[in-house]
């Protein structure tokens, strides 16, 4: 992971934690490669995957398996790749 990309991440688990979010950091269960980068949880047990990425850069084929995989299992996924965006991100588990 790129400098740029874990301070967006670090970002992003900040505002997250300050709005009472669950993050965890999924890269860091065994066995398992492609998971998106965080997992954040609103207290209604909502969720979304986050994938963070240098601005413009894509994700990975075997990344975009694993998120289509998700997507389709019915969970959110999303991929960030600039700090602008984070509050559009986390609005998604907000009330509307």
Do not use: F
């Amino acid at each position: 992971m790129s400098k740029l990309e874990a301070r967006i991440e670090a970002e992003l688990v900040k505002r997250a934690k300050q709005r009472g979010y669950i993050c965890y950091k999924l890269d860091q269960i065994p066995g398992q490669r492609n998971n998106p980068d965080q997992l954040i949880i609103n207290s209604k047990r909502e969720c979304i995957h986050v994938e963070v990425k240098r601005k413009g850069l894509p994700a990975r084929p075997a990344q975009t398996a694993q998120h289509n995989y998700l997507s389709n299992k019915g969970q959110w996924v999303s991929i960030l790749d600039d700090e602008a965006e984070i509050d559009a991100v986390l609005s998604l588990l907000e009330p509307e």
